[in-house]
């Protein structure tokens, strides 16, 4: 299966079918297709970079002022976080958590229970779990650049697509870190490197929140009041419609001061490159 996801990166993103990606050869199940999104929504909220942020190019007025509201808030570390993107034992993990009666796969209650949990909305308990408090945004401007048709959904295949760019991410990832944490140079990380791993990831997330503490808690009591948290957002808003403007201007290759179709699909692709070369991760 790693053989042909492989040579899924050398594909454009209009060219990226679902063939072949499921170990039977058919379309990923719906089991695969839940433990794969979560697994994705995992990878992105363990970084501190965005990998999306050029999305802000081809968003409204609106969606901009709702990116920056959902982006307004303070970084946590996801309760799943393993700082070494190890796919595998992600997917068991999560698989673990949701097969209540431990039969190895997801039954339909089982599975209801994981899609309400990847739905959660921000600010609910569990929506921590996977990273979905201070990542939606981000999770929304993922699920934008995968609807190659831009029909406004995401079909099997596009998600497919998504979730494979993803694991291709984190594989890259994983490599990094091996490269950083791997102390005794064996090329695998045993339990102490990977502590060290999981213990600089909780430390990167932990400076990136006492940073927007130091700028924005005004009254110093450790979380951010409705008022800052206006101030927080307004300010992302302002840093978004920056962006915004920088990336219309890159991408608009007609000059109309706007991004059709065509500019923004190539705009996906670049992002989507970002993704698959693991760039922005922090
Ligand atoms: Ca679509
Ligand atoms: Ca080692
Ligand atoms: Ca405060
Ligand atoms: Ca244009």
Same mark, same amino acid.
């Given at each position: 299966m790693k053989i042909l996801r492989k040579t899924?990166? %050398?594909?454009s993103l209009t060219a990226v079918? /679902?063939?072949?990606?499921?170990c039977a050869g058919g379309a990923m199940t719906e089991d695969e297709t839940l433990v794969g999104e979560a697994s994705s929504a995992l990878t992105l909220a363990?970084?501190?970079?965005? /990998? %999306?942020?050029?999305? /802000?190019?081809?968003?409204s007025p609106a969606e901009l002022a709702s990116s920056g509201d959902e982006s307004a808030v303070l970084p946590q570390v996801p309760g799943? *976080?393993?700082?070494?993107?190890d796919l595998g034992a992600r997917r068991a993990r999560v698989l673990a958590r949701y097969d209540a009666n431990g039969d190895g796969r997801l039954g339909p209650a089982e599975r209801q229970a994981l899609k309400d949990d990847l739905e959660a909305? =921000?600010?609910?308990? =569990? *929506?921590l779990r996977f990273g979905l408090a201070h990542r939606a945004h981000v999770i929304k401007r993922v699920k934008w650049v995968f609807d190659s048709n831009l029909d406004g959904t995401l079909s099997a295949d596009e998600r497919t697509a998504m979730i494979d760019a993803l694991e291709a991410r984190c594989e890259r990832i994983r490599a990094n870190v091996l490269a950083r944490f791997d102390a005794n140079g064996d090329g695998s990380l045993d339990a102490t490197e990977k502590q060290a791993a999981k213990d600089a990831l909780v430390a990167r997330l932990q400076a990136l929140r006492a940073q927007v503490l130091s700028q924005y808690d005004a009254n110093g009591n450790g979380v951010l009041d409705d008022g800052e948290r206006v101030t927080l957002k307004n300010d992302r808003i302002a840093a978004f419609q920056a962006r915004r403007a920088a990336v219309v201007a890159q991408f608009d290759v007609n000059d109309d001061g706007t991004l059709d179709d065509a500019e923004k699909t190539a705009l996906k692709q670049a992002i989507v490159q970002r993704i698959i070369d693991g760039r922005d991760a922090e």
């Open positions: 899924l990166l %050398t594909l079918s /679902v063939g072949g990606l499921a363990e970084e501190s970079g965005d /990998v %999306t942020a050029d999305a /802000v190019g081809a968003e799943d *976080a393993d700082g070494v993107c909305r =921000v600010g609910h308990p =569990v *929506a």
